[in-house]
């Protein structure tokens, strides 16, 4: 049975982690923002949470390896689990829209899924750029299985052999999970530290409302 973590939280960020109150995060300042599909199309940002719920998960690169990994658990939830609980599941990158077929080939990665290139929810949103460790915090994803060292160089294999050797997105930018909606209701707000510092998957679905996922072995877990 994989793990289930009990949230004893609506909302965390920085601010339970330094004992402070839970943050206030307005999203009525990034609603209009556009943001883009694999096939380049815009979208605004608000029409991902306006008529249903939805997990928006903001990656920190396509090329990071604790974000691919992350990735690949996220692909593991299943479609009709998502339909039956009426709630989307989003990823949002900060490279090219270019990068989206490839990254989820890369991870298997069936669910929604669009880029922010300019990174404006990202900086508006007041995710973080640099990188942050706690000797008090997790200090290592349950989603990520390589070591630093494996993961940094396959990374960089991939840039080196991608068609344009980039980063995909800005190396230093951190990510963030969030639980929007309907409407601009956010139930649920985590902002990443560092490259490890994800929120954990089980704690997403349970705050969605939804069952918990073996990701060893996906099924739905009754609970």
């Known amino acids: 049975m994989a793990d289930v973590y009990p949230v004893t939280q609506q909302v965390t960020s920085l601010g339970p982690r330094t004992g402070q109150a839970a943050p206030d995060v307005c999203i009525a300042g990034v609603e209009d923002c556009l943001i883009y599909s694999r096939h380049g199309l815009g979208t605004t940002f608000k029409s991902l949470f306006h008529d249903s719920k939805a997990i928006v998960v903001f990656v920190r690169n396509f090329l990071c390896y604790t974000c691919k990994e992350y990735v690949e658990d996220l692909s593991k939830i299943p479609q009709e689990l998502l339909l039956d609980a009426g709630v989307r599941l989003i990823v949002i990158g900060q490279s090219s829209y270019s990068h989206i077929e490839p990254f989820c080939t890369l991870t298997n990665y069936q669910h929604e899924i669009y880029v922010d290139p300019e990174r404006q929810i990202y900086k508006k ?74 929120a954990p998957i089980s704690w997403l679905l349970q705050l969605a409302g939804m069952q918990a996922v073996d990701l060893r072995n996906p099924k739905i877990i009754d609970i």
């Open 125 to 198: 949103l007041g995710m973080t750029r640099g990188e942050t460790f706690m000797e008090t915090a997790a200090s290592r994803s349950p989603h990520v299985k390589s070591t630093v060292l494996g993961g940094s160089v396959r990374s960089m294999w991939r840039a080196m052999t991608s068609p344009a050797f980039d980063f995909q997105g800005d190396p230093l930018q951190q990510g963030g999970a969030f639980i929007i909606g309907p409407g601009p209701n956010v139930h649920f707000a985590h902002f990443d530290m560092n490259r490890f510092d994800h």
